[in-house]
């Protein structure tokens, strides 16, 4: 990897601010991926201080990825329409305030609403930032950089759960918020100093009718999941916005095939790749993207680790992903995207089924060795999955597939999450909610997400042999999980 400082550039005054510029995407992706991860640790402690149950906290998570997942398809339009400058710095401060009325949350249902305004900043901040550096940077130059700009989204994941375990202990839970607040503000002046300011394009009409119809799908098939746990809804009302949510999805699919620019049109699916990688993304992901959810709260709520401890625990599943990416390459040139993926699902779903057997009794060395495994199999799956979804698309399909593959890993990390919520309220229903029958209802929500990815295997399977075989400088695309 090449610091911003060592890029090709010359040294006068216009491309030091380029050097900047790079920094100022890359600390804006890494605000984004870091407050993705650094609520999972300190969950019991906002549940204590907010009169909640830990095992009820997983609207926390959802609200931020599912308001991220709906603000994506609009952000390129946005960028175009306000130009990338100011939707930038309006990021900036909508992620700071966002991080601000979290920290001063008195109730679960009020730091939710929160996480809503923090998410929408989070979701303008990497797509606006990777188009600046699209228009920014010559072509030549474009790959480097924005394998720079990918870099701090791996370590945001990677300090997020011991950092925010840490601040709970030393502090309170609502420093990781906190902490946002003058990064915030002096990325905000440092974007009006140094980002240049295009103008406001010509752009088309916005598709609002379209985009209204996929945000409510969206919208209403996560709430539902939510809805079976943290939420509380019975179940009519919960067949009810799976109904409306399934119909209005429907809706924007007519209505995208009979519009000349739609938000995503019909015929990015006639690309096979693309088509198999988008719903192997969304549903390995629906059983994998749980985790870093469910494990710091196994470790606190039935195994008596601080939320320093749960987040230190953490640390052995990022570092053997960020060590996985250079193995991944090789594998997939000698052994096709389809054997990989196949096998590589299988193994993702085993790791994760593999945690029933997680108890207070468990040898630490045996419990960090599981947690590496299920990091190395589970960063070969995202950096396999994403090249495999792009790899295919000519120039004019780019840009839009790019922000489709966004917005379903957002989508598929919030209803995973969603997902493994209800299925642990309802096996701690079933088997009790005190000591030993908590840790069965984690057991078996382990058993039950494992067996949601394996089943995820059969996507890839479908795979033609010539879109199995990848190029090299496919297998080398830039990855930020």
Known sequence: MTPPSSLPLPTDPQQQSLRILLWLVAVGFFMQTLDATIVNTALPAMAR???????????VVVAYSLTMAMLIPASGWMADRFG???VYVAAILLFVLGSVLCAMAPSLSMLVAARVVQGAGGALLLPVG???????FPRERFLQAMSFVAIPGLIGPL?????GGWLVEVVSWHWIFLINVPVGIVGALATLRYMPGQPAAAVPRFDLAGYLMLAFGMVALSLALDGLSGLGLRQASVLVLMIFGLASLTAYWLHALRRPDPLFSPSLFQVGSLRIGLLGNLFSRLGSSCMPFLIPLLLQVTMGYSPAQAGMMMLPVAIASMSMKRLTTPLILRYGYRRVLVVNTG????TMA???????????ALRILQLA???AVNSMQFTAMNTLTLKDLGPAMASSGNSLLSMVQMLAMGMGVAAAGAVLAAFTAYFGGDGLQTLQAFHATFVCMGLITVASAGIFWQLAADESRPTRTEAEMPDAG
């Open 159 to 163: 300090i997020g759960p011991t950092l």
């Open 130 to 136: 990777r188009l600046v550096v699209l228009k920014t």
């Open 373 to 375: 495994l299920f990091g």
């Open 347 to 350: 193994l993702v779903g085993l």
């Open 354 to 364: 593999s945690f029933m057997l997680a108890s207070p009794g468990q040898p630490l």
């Open 49 to 59: 201080s907010l009169g909640e149950s830990p095992l009820r906290m997983q609207s």
């Open 84 to 86: 990338t400058r100011r």
